[in-house]
């Protein structure tokens, strides 16, 4: 019997060492430099425990959850805003987020009276006011209007409201998560106002959800014949409760408090309503004790999501992949700039195609960081030619009352040991 030598994985220093120098050379190209151990590493030389047994069953996940470890990407509240249950704001992770779908589960909420429970079979829409017919449509009767689907963020007119005075809450989380974008499905409100049809001196309407505070809000007619939608799906699937399951209004663009959840009536009227949540909220007061009022239009914001503070760089000195959102309640973003010196001088970022229309983008900035100190900015321009303000521009035209739309110019103070702050550069 012949001795044939045995095919048996060698580790010794020549060889190993020569095949570790040629992919780590190939890595370098491609990574800038990955650390590759000089001992055999048994994540690769090993059969691990995962490769010599069965996984779960697929019975295991009828509806199925992200990975144990990934626990951390969750809603997250700031206990100080939110002093009972019934009125309640939380965050979505956008730190941790890549792309630019919101998963649903990690999408923010924020509710006056609480997420109620609503049946598809309890569920009525009713349209009523100056319109030829009133009407009142079931859950079924909706189904069968013509429907479409579009990508489209959400941002409550408060996102950054806390920063107005100054840098507050360390985390992009926290100071710009009160913004989700999904895919919904739904019908053309204008769709249903013309089944109803709406009398010519219908110039408003009012909406209204079931929920005890209701929300209701006046939308000019404009709007909700242009591209409004009654929504019922959400990234494919049914709206989560929270989100207003089984119904909720879409204003494309619009602040978030427009978009009613748990819809209920829509009235046709000839004048806004001035509702509480058109009067003593959502209106911002300035400087001078006028009212700055029916501010709809949610204007072209952008943060870097990572580097952050919840996202420090843990690498050390090197490439680092700087990534953030961007969004534009009158458009698409046509340019995003990055600045690592406070907004002295910016560099253009690469923008993820395929954006839809006031939907969020994705751009990034790939940086060979030397470990110098960073005041990490970004600044959006959108398709009406709109530039994103320094938050002191913001503060010499509307002053310091303000609460709502801030969409100024984020600053992140990246140290040499990679933690970053929420600092801002006068
Ligand atoms: N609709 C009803 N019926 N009740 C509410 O409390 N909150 C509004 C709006 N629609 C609200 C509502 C506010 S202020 C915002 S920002 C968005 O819903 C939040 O939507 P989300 O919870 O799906 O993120
Ligand atoms: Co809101």
Redesign the pocket.
Known sequence: MSERPTEKPEFGPTRRGFLRASVAGGALVATGGAAFAQTPDPLITEVQPWARVFGDGIDATPYGMPIRFETDVIRRNVPWLTADVTSSINFTPIHALDGTITPAGC???????GAIELAKEDYRLMINGLVETPLVFTYADLERFPRESRVHF?????NSGMEWAGAQLNGSQFTHG?V?NMEYTGIPLRLLLEEAGVKPEGKWILV????A???GRSIPMEKALDDCLVAFKANGEALRK???YPV?LVVPGW?????????RRIEVGDMPWETREETSKYTDTMADGSARKWTWIMDAKSVVTSPSPQMPIKSGPGPVVITGLAWSGRGTITRVDVSMDGGKTWHEARLQPHSHDKALHRFYFDHVWDGSEMLLQSRATDSTGYVQPTKNALRAIRGLNSVYHNNGIQTWWVKSDGEAENVEVS
């Open positions: 999408g923010f909420e924020r509710h006056h009276s959400l941002e409550c007119a408060a009160m989700h209204e959800g079931a929920d505070s209701s929300n929270e989100h207003g909720r602040e978030g408090n427009m978009w009613v959840k748990w819809l």
